[in-house]
Structures are given as C-alpha cells and as structure tokens.
C-alpha cells in the first residue's frame, strides 16, 4: 500500500519505519529541514532503541523515504497519516494548529480518494474539524473528491516505541465508512496474525480512547505517589504495599511505581488538555484528574524537599544526579522531573554535575552552557566532591553500581533514589543514608 505519514517525530517515524517493514511503500514528510537532512544521510534524529537499523534495512529496500515536498507527500499515499505535535495551548487545551494545517495541505493538493487517519492525539471533535479542512479546501478549488477520516490513536511507549507497534496489544480504530474501515483492516492485517486486535469504534470514541488511557495510567501513578507519601510518614514501605495491591488481577502491577512524579511529552499534556476539553466543552470539571494533576506536580519536587529536610540551607551544596530523561532508553526531556529538580537546585543556589547514558546531548541545548549544570562521562565520575547523589531516571546501568565506590567518592554518604532503585537495608547496611520514595 502507499502511505504518506506527516509528522517524522516519534510516532510518525516509529509509524512509518513500522509501515515499511511490513511490506509496504512509505513516504514520511516533515517542515523540519534539518530532521529529513539527517534521516536520508542514514541517521535518525532521535534516540529510540531498534530504530535506527530498521529504519536503514526499509531505505535500502526502496520501501521508506523522507521529503519535506508537501506536494509529493499528498500524491504519494491513498493512506495519508497525520503524526504531528499537539502541544499544550495557554490554557492546557491541545493545540490542534499542525494538524489542521495537515489536513489543508491534503485538501489542497489531493487529486483522488484519501483515507486521511489522525494519530496525533487529538481532543473529541477533532475528526469533525479535519473533515472540515479538507471539506473548505476543496471548495476552494471547487472540486468534488472523495475522502474519509479516521481516527487511529497510537499507544506505543517511548523507549519501547518500535517493539509497541509492531506488537500491539490494541488496535483502535475510529471509522464510520465501510471503505475506509476495509483499507485500515488491511493495512493492520500484518499486525494481528494470532488474534484479532482491531477494535473498530466511531470516530468520537476513539479519539476519546487515547485520552481515557494515558488518564487512567497518570491516575494509578499520582494515586501511588501520594499513597508513598503517606507511608512513608506512617513508617509503612511502599513497595511492600505495591507488590501487595499488585497481586490482585483486578489491579494488577503495571503502572504502580511510585517515583518523582510523571513526564514525558504524554501524560502531563494529555491530562491537561483532558481536563481543558471537559470544561470548555461540557461544562464538566474532572475533580479526580485535577488532582492527578496537582499530585504530579507536587511530586516533581519531593527530592528538593527530602534535600532540604536533611541538609537545611542547600546553597553552596554540589549534587551528583544519575539521569536525565524523563524515563529510560529514550533522550525524551519533555516534561523531565529532572528538569524540575535541578531548577529547584539552582534557585536554592546548590550546582550540578549529571550524567545520563542518552540525554545529556538534549538536557545542553535546554539549559545552554550554565556552569551550575556540568556533566560527567560516566556515572561515577558525576560523584566527585558531590554532596549526596540523587538518581531521577531508572537506567538499567544505575541498578547495581559499586556501592563501597559511592560511599567512598561522595564527600557524604547520602543517596535520594527518586525511583526505589535498591533494598534500603542492604544500602543503610553499608553505612549509605538512603532515602528513597515511600519507605
Ligand atoms: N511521543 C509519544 O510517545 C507519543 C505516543 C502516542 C501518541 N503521541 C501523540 O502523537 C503526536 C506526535 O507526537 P510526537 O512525540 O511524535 O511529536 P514530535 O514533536 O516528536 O514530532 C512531530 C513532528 O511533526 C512535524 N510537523 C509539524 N507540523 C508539520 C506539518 N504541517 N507537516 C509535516 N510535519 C510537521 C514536526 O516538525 C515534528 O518533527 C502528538 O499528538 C502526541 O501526543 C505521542
Ligand atoms: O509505574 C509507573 C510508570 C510510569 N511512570 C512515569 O510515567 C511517565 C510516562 O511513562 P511511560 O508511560 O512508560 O512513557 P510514555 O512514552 O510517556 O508513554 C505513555 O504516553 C504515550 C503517549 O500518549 C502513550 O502512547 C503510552 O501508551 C503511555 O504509556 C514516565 O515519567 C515514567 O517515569 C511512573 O512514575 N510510574
């Protein structure tokens, strides 16, 4: 099949790459200049593990190539993917300007029959809206061409991007016509062989599923935050009643850790612009995501709170930080509790020395060269002369580090673990102060 993805972030490029090693012919389009100059020298502009082989072994095969040609884009595919950002307006509502913007490019250059799918995440309504565009935009031209829009949310996690898509558990597709819903069936064919994944909803339901999922999910994390913060004061341990709540199969394990609040460039922005929807266009106010909301943001800062209470004033304070990114295996800072805490750091007058296996590359570009943030090779050689460690992101390498090496390089023995990394026993054991999220 021919496909078009707008949009070479991570969804469009992950989607498209995907796309492609199925077997089919794919042309990915982005305004960024710079990010298709990168991809047709072999490279790819982020970091997503697997991706960048597959994203080679699809060029050479003649089946994935990259323009920022908008005119050849919109010829290119019957199945035209709009992967674009969806930021955050003033009032945390979705910024629907790219999308729309995509759906005019394609009423404005489209000579035959479209299936146009959406899988930016999108507020309720959208599909209306982009049916609309195209609708003004033919219009104009005065011509009467065939189209349909679908809504297909995509679900796929950063960090495990690829492996998501290509083994999804879900499907969700929002369609009301029976030749776009046969296309869409096609088109997934390759990623449903053992069983039926495709769930075939109207296109409001579906738009709302996405928003639906990544709330429920922020909901389970906020809900374990504060319940952390709760025991830790109680003197309970957290991941004790994490693994006891756990077991329950109605509850089960998935998405209980407590940590230093939620990033990523989903959740935060998907909860707001939830929220936003329901009360612009429903006169409804989420009591339970305005405080997933809150609790989030009040966990961004419990490491800054944790520092003060042991050392008092942190000013003149030097800290040692593991991780960066908003989560492992990706060198994503959008929304980073890291970023939060090293802000909290500089205003209380304390430096930083981080080190992140992927991220620090990014981290530079958001913070420029302020000497108050430097960075280390390797993760021992952030701890020189560092007053404690703090530890923000759960990298696999920072899972069982030689502790007689920290103890002995930091000039205190002190660990903030913001993400329950290791046994508080075995650590205070060692003569280590270890404070950690809930326990
Ligand atoms: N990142 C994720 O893990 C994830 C997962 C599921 C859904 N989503 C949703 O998917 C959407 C895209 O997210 P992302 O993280 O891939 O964003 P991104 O910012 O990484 O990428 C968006 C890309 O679209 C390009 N673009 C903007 N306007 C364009 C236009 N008119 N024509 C062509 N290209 C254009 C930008 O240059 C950019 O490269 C968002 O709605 C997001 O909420 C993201
Ligand atoms: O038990 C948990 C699980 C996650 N997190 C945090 O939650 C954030 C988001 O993590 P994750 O969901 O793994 O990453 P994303 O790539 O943001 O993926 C989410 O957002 C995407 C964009 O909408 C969706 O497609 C995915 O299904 C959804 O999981 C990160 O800061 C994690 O540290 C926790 O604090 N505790």
């Known amino acids: 099949m021919k496909i078009t993805v707008v949009g070479t972030g991570y969804v469009g490029l992950v989607s498209g790459t995907c796309l492609a090693e199925v077997g089919n012919d794919v042309l990915c389009l982005d305004v960024d200049p710079e990010k298709i100059r990168i991809l047709e020298e072999g490279g790819i502009p982020i970091y997503e593990p697997?991706?960048?082989?597959?994203?080679?072994r699809n060029v050479a095969a003649g089946r994935l190539s990259f323009?920022?040609?908008?005119?050849?884009?919109?010829?290119?595919?019957?199945?035209?993917?709009?992967a674009v950002g969806t930021p955050p307006d003033e009032d945390g509502s979705a910024d629907l300007q790219y999308v729309l913007g995509a759906a005019r490019n394609i009423g404005r250059l489209m000579s035959d029959y479209k299936v146009v799918v959406d899988k930016s995440t999108v507020p309720v309504g959208t599909g209306a809206k982009v049916k609309a565009a195209i609708a003004d935009e033919l219009a104009k031209r005065?011509?009467?061409?065939?189209?349909?829009?679908?809504?297909?949310?995509?679900?796929?996690?950063?960090?495990?991007?690829?492996?998501?898509?290509?083994?999804?558990?879900?499907?969700?597709?929002?369609a009301e016509e029976e030749q776009a819903i046969l296309l869409m069936r096609a088109l997934y064919a390759p990623f449903q062989r053992n069983h039926e994944r495709l769930i075939i909803t109207d296109v409001k339901s579906a738009e709302l599923t996405k928003y639906a999922a990544n709330a429920m999910l922020a909901t389970r994390i906020s809900f374990m935050n504060e319940l952390a913060n709760l025991a830790e004061v109680l003197g309970a341990d957290i991941e004790m009643v994490r693994q006891g709540i756990g077991s329950d199969p109605r509850i089960g394990y998935h998405f209980l850790y407590p940590g230093c609040g939620y990033g990523g460039s989903c959740f935060p922005k998907d909860v707001k612009a939830l929220i936003a929807t329901a009360q612009d266009d429903a006169d409804i106010t989420l009591k339970v995501l305005t405080a997933v909301e809150e609790a989030n943001d009040a966990q961004k800062h419990v490491l800054t709170h944790k520092l003060k209470a042991r050392f008092g004033d942190l000013k003149g304070k030097h800290f040692a930080l593991w991780g960066l990114s908003f989560k492992?295996?990706?060198?994503?800072?959008?929304?980073?509790?890291?970023?939060?805490l090293i802000a909290d750091l500089f205003a209380a007058g304390a430096t930083v020395t981080a080190y992140d296996p992927v991220a620090m590359h990014e981290t530079q570009r958001i913070f420029g060269d302020d000497s108050r943030l430097q960075y280390a090779e390797n993760p021992m050689g952030a701890l020189d002369s560092a007053d404690a460690l703090l530890i923000v992101t759960e990298w696999k390498e920072f899972r069982s580090p030689d502790f007689d090496a920290i103890k002995q390089t930091l000039k205190n023995p002190v660990i903030f673990d913001g993400r329950n990394l290791y046994d508080p026993k075995l650590v205070r054991g060692l003569g280590i102060e270890y404070f950690a999220i809930g326990r």
Do not use: W
């Open 142 to 174: 005065a011509v009467d061409i065939p189209y349909s829009v679908v809504s297909n949310p995509e679900f796929l996690k950063e960090g495990a991007a690829v492996e998501d898509f290509m083994r999804p558990d879900r499907i969700v597709v929002g």
């Open 67 to 82: 323009t920022t040609d908008v005119e050849k884009a919109v010829h290119h595919g019957t199945i035209q993917f709009i």
């Open 328 to 340: 492992p295996n990706t060198d994503d800072m959008r929304e980073a509790p890291s970023r939060e």
């Open 50 to 56: 697997g991706l960048q082989e597959m994203v080679r």
